[in-house]
C-alpha cells in the first residue's frame, strides 16, 4: 500500500499542476500545450500497438481523420464528451474491421498496407465530399473552450498513458512483447497472437480517434488534405520512435520535445523545422536505434554490470 | 472498340513510365531489403534538373535525362556511403535493418521534399516540348509522350538484359535470391550494394526528367510516384524485376481504364485500392512467389 502511494505521488502532483494550468497560465502557453498533448496522446497510443508489438503502423492519420470526420457529421448535435467517446469507438471499430485481414501480413508488407489505407481512406472521403456534398471542407461553428478542448486532451492523454503502463506491465503486454521478439514462437507456445495483435490495433486506434475529435472542434476548419495528413503519421511515429517505444515515458518526452523544437522554428521557418525533423530522425536511426530512453536504460544497465562483475572479480580473484 | 485501341495506347505509354519507376525501387527492395520511400523524390530531383536545364539553357530533356541520371545515382552512391554502408557491414542479416532503414529513407524523404520547397517554392512548373502528335491507333498522341515512353522502356529492357547475360547481373540476381550463399561462392556483395544503389537512384532520376517533359512538376510531386512504384512492385512481386515491368504496364493499362469509365478524379482512390487488395489477396504478386 505504501509502495502504491509512493509510486503515485509524482504523478499526481504532475497531473495536478498541468490540470491548475488554464487557470493562471497565458493563452499562448495553453494552445502549446494542447498541441503537446494532442502528440502526446497520438504518440503514446502508437507505442500501445506498433511499439510493443513490432508492427510499424503507419496509418496513424487514417485514424485520426476518421475522428476528425466524426465530430463534422455530428457537431453540435452531439454533447463534446459524447462525441469524443464516439470518436474513438468509430476508430477503434474501424480498425477491427481492417485489423482481420492486415494484421496476418507482416514487415514491410504491413508498413505499406497502413500507408496505403491511410490514403485510401483519404481519397475515399474526398470523393464523398465532392460527389455528394460538392463541397470540399466543413466549418464547425460553436465549438467548446479552449479549456475544455485542454482538459478532454489531458484526459485522453491520461488515459493513454494508463492504459499503456497497465498493458506493459499485463500478461496481455509480455504477449505482445513476445510478438515483438518473434512471432512464430510466440505462437508455438500459446500465445494467441492474433488476437493480441487486434486488441492492441484497436485499442490505439480508439484514442487515435478521441484525439481527432477533439483536434477537429480545435481547428474548426476540416477538409481531408487536413484531417488525413501523412505528416501527423510521420510526426507521431518519429517521436515515439526519438524517445524509445519500451514504454509510455519515451513517447511522452518525444513528444514534449518534437513540439518544443516546431515552436521555436515552426511558425517562421516552417522548412526549416522539418528538414530538422527528417535530421533528426537520420541521427536517431543511425545512433540511438532504441530510442533516448532505451539507450539510457542500456547505459545504466551497463554500469552497473561493470560494477557487479568488479565485485565479483574481487571476491573470486583476491589479490 | 476506338475506346479499347485508346486504353491500350495511352495506357502502355504510361505504364512503361510506371514500369521505369518500380524497377529502381524494387531493385533496392529485391538486393538490399530497403524499402526506399524516398524513391519519389529522387523523381522529383531528376524533374527539376530536367526543368531548369531546359527553361536556363534550352538543352532537350532526352539530353539531361541522362545527365539527371548520373546527378542522382552520384547522389545515391554519397548517400548510401555516408547512411548505409557502416550499418550494412556492422549488421548480422539485413532484416534487423529493415524497419531502421525505412525510418532513415523517411528522415530523407522530409529533407529532400523541403529542401526543394526552399530552392524551387511550392510554385507547380512546367515545360512543353515536342507537343505535336500523331495518331497511333486511332489514338493521338504527343512526341513526347511516345519520346519517354520508349525511353523508359528501353531502359528497363536494357537493365533485364544486363541482368540476364552478364556475369555481375547474374551476380545481382544471386543477392536477390540468397544472400548468404552468393557471399559464400565469393561474391563482394558490398561492391554490388553501391552498384545497386546507384543504379536505383538514376533510374528515379531518368524518370523524373521523362515525366517532366509530360506533367506539371512540384517539390509535392514525389510521394504519388512513390505510391505508384509501391503498387507496381507489391503488384509484380517485391524482388521481381520482370515483374515490375510487366506490372508497370498493368497498372498503366488499369489506371487508364479505370479513369476513362469514372472520372480522372478516382486516379488515386483506383491505384491505392489496388494496393490494399493485392496485399491482402495476392501478396505473392501477380508472378513469382513471396519473399522470405
Partial sequence: MTRVIKNCTIPAVILLILAAF?????????????IAFMYAALAVSWTIFSGYTGYINLGVAAFFGLGTYVAVELWPRLPFPALIVLGGVVSGFFALLIGFPCLRIRGPYFIILTLGLSELVKSLVERYEVQVRHSLGTILLDTPSAEAQYYSLLGIT?????VAHVIRNSRFGLGLLSIKGNENAAEAMGVNTTKYKLLSFALSAAFMGCVGTV??????FIEPVIAFNPLITFQVTIMATLGGVEDFRGPLLGAAFLTLISEVLG??????????LGTTLILVMKFLPSGIMGTLRQLRMGKRNVAQYKKFEEEQFPH | MELIFRILVIGLSIGAIYALIAVGLNLLWGTLRMLNIAHGDLIMIGA?????LFKSWGISPIISSLLAAVACGVLGLVIYRVLFSSSIRAAKTLEGLEANSLLIFFGLLIIIENMALLVFSADIKGYSYLTNSINI????LPFNRITAALVAIGACIAFYIFLQKTLFGKAVRAVIQDKDATQLVGVNTHKLYVFCFGVAFGMAGLA????SMLYSISPFMGQSYTVLALVVIILGGLGNILGSLIGGLLLGLITTAGITLTSPGYAFTIQYLLLVLIIIFMPAGILGRRMQ
Avoid: K
Fill in chain 1, 22 to 34: 488554464p487557470f493562471y497560465a497565458s493563452g499562448y502557453i495553453l494552445s502549446l500545450l494542447l
Fill in chain 1, 158 to 162: 491520461v488515459a493513454a498513458v494508463i
Fill in chain 1, 215 to 220: 483536434m477537429a472542434l480545435r481547428w474548426t
Fill in chain 1, 267 to 276: 511558425i517562421q521557418f516552417v522548412y526549416h523545422y522539418l528538414i530538422i
Fill in chain 2, 48 to 52: 527539376y534538373i530536367a526543368f531548369l
Fill in chain 2, 137 to 140: 491507333l486511332g489514338t493521338p
Fill in chain 2, 208 to 211: 523524373g526528367a521523362l515525366i
